[in-house]
RNA sequence: CGGAGUGUAGCGCAGUCCGGUAGCGCGCCAGUUUUGGGAACUGGAUGUCGGGGGUUCGAAUCCCUCCACUCCGACCA
């Protein structure tokens, strides 16, 4: 009898239900106990939390640098842009004007019954829109800075917020408002402009693989799905572990649309007058919902070691008051060698009991725990566990080694998450053994709140026939 | 924005049909014993019952209305 309890409790998992049982209440149950966010009083705008914003920092930190090293310089364009500049291009007008945030008034008076309202004497003349994206307001921008071929290539981004007023909202994935980067670049050609566009997606590509342990699948949009006002649209699909694909991220080449709608013009060498080629790409807080779906498992978020907000978590193990100054002195000390070591590592200083918090550390999907105790501090040992290995890879190692063996651990764990990743991907996408299949499978449409896309497995001849069908292309 | 469902303590829920003192489990706080993959006992605190309006002696419960959330559609750069 009580065999049995025990038993159950055992292969209790934290997050209930598990992916197989319900996997979009999984994934919120995920964040939850993560402690990453959570919904706001602001309908579809959500609250992300420290433990959730850290990842978006490591985001901002490794990216941002990837995107340095293109020789992209930051920037800040406004939140609101006046309503006739996103009017200048029909087709993007189109695209956006169904989710559009306004200001029409920039002051608040109370009204007969004492309620506050917009001042109707403080009307703008021109509503503005809260920026869903700022081709338009940046192309303006461009039109002031570039007068010769001198100018040009321009490469700016920057890091802020949109809004596109989201019917459905869903945490991380599809939210009103939500953070990203957005990069402009303009060029002199339209090979400059192209072979751009592809080098931005291929940086993503590398951010999704050596960051986020994400293996991508480069596409191109189909026609109807690309960014409106766009000559070809680049994509990355991440795939989930319920073998639903979801967009990565977005490049852009524009052609020469916004340089028309902005008049971005500029004195060639030839002495003549030429309309730039533009790009933009972008990346948003969605590729952390993406995280989550590629690598949580049942017992809540696995983070990828360089996002991870701290990627050791040392677990003081109390017992007796008169060791706790030693141990808590040596967990100390740990954090400090292993920062040396290269590793973020933060200690568990609340008091819960180890086991809670180690749970909190499971859940958090810490890399790397660290239990130091009498016992270690005794006998020499670290005792330090990866996430992704369970309670089965506990790992023994001397004191003086600890800095070393987890900086390699950690290493090893973001190789293998990718490699699992990869290979989980390879199976859903083989699974479909017949052609048709695997058109069907292209082909989907949106299931379970999730879109499907398109995506392929690069230099299998037969999904290459389905590419060309599909307009997706293997490489970028 | 169309269809369906839900809103009661921090979380999960019962109570609503048939109006009559606001409940349970977990969590939280205090104490004791415990402590290395989710501890046990004892005691305790916590509620504009989503908001507003109406019916009634009396509303979590009935009626109207608004709001939010979840799921299914539509939309999704």
Redesign the pocket.
């Known amino acids: 009898m009580a065999e049995a309890a ?1 038993t159950v ?2 292969s ?4 209930t239900p598990t992916r197989d049982e319900n996997f ?2 999984w994934y ?1 149950q995920v964040i939850k ?1 993560a402690d990453m966010a959570e ?1 706001s ?4 705008c959500m609250i992300i939390k420290p433990y959730g914003f850290a990842v978006w920092e490591n985001t901002q930190k490794h990216l941002g640098q990837m995107i340095k090293d293109e020789e992209v310089q930051n920037a800040y364009f406004p939140l609101l842009i006046p309503l006739s500049y996103i009017a200048k291009e029909a087709e993007h007008v189109e ?2 004007a ?2 559009c945030a306004i200001v029409t008034h920039h002051r608040l008076s109370a009204n007969d019954k004492g309620q506050l309202v917009p001042d109707p004497a403080s009307e703008l003349a021109e509503p503005m829109i809260i920026r ?2 700022s081709e338009t307001i940046i192309g303006e921008s461009m039109h002031n800075w570039v007068q010769s071929y001198r100018d040009l290539p321009l490469k700016l981004n920057q890091w802020c917020n ?1 809004m ?1 007023w ?6 991380f994935l ?1 939210t009103a408002e939500f953070l990203w980067q957005e990069g402009h670049n303009a060029f002199a050609t339209a090979e400059e402009a192209d072979a751009d566009a592809r080098r931005m997606l291929q940086v993503y590509y590398n951010f999704f693989e050596d960051c986020m342990a994400v293996p991508g699948i480069v596409g191109v ?1 189909t026609p ?5 006002g ?1 000559v070809e ?1 680049y ?1 990355i699909e991440a795939f989930m572990q319920d073998g639903k694909a979801l ?1 990565g991220c ?1 490049s ?1 080449n524009l052609g020469q649309t916004f340089a028309k709608s902005s008049d971005i013009k500029f004195l060639d060498k030839d002495g003549t007058q030429k309309l730039a080629w533009t790009t933009s790409w ?1 990346l948003t807080t969605r590729t952390i919902g993406a995280m989550i779906m590629v690598h949580g498992d049942d ?1 809540g978020m696995i983070m990828p070691p360089k996002m991870a907000p701290h990627q050791v978590v040392i677990l003081p ?4 008051d008169s060791d706790t100054p030693k141990i808590m002195a040596a967990c100390e000390q740990m954090k400090k060698d292993l920062v040396k070591a290269g590793v973020s590592a933060q200690v568990d200083k609340t008091e ?5 918090k ?3 550390a ?2 958090k999907g810490v890399p790397v ?1 660290l ?6 501090l005794a006998e020499g040992n670290a ?1 330090f ?1 990866r ?1 992704d ?6 790992k023994i190692v001397a004191l003086a080694d600890a800095p070393a063996e987890i900086a390699k651990a950690l290493e090893q764990m973001h190789t293998d998450m990718l490699e699992r990743a990869r290979t989980r991907l390879n199976g859903q996408i083989s699974d479909a053994s017949t052609l048709a299949e695997v058109r069907q499978f292209f082909a989907a ?5 999730l ?1 499907i896309d398109y995506a392929l497995v690069r230099g299998n001849a037969e999904y290459e026939a389905i590419a060309k069908e599909f307009s997706v292309s293997t490489r970028c």
């Open positions: 025990k409790k055992n209790k998992t934290a997050i979009p209440e919120q106990a919904n009083p602001v309908r579809g695209g956006f169904k989710e869903p994206t949109v596109r989201e019917m459905r909202p869903r945490i599809r949009k109807d799905e690309r960014f409106p766009a649209t994509t967009q977005t852009h972008g017992d193990f109390l017992k007796d819960a009991r180890s086991s809670d180690m749970w909190a499971i859940k725990r239990e130091i105790g009498a016992r270690e005792v566990t996430r290995l369970g309670k089965d890879g506990k449409e949106k299931q379970g709140g879109r």
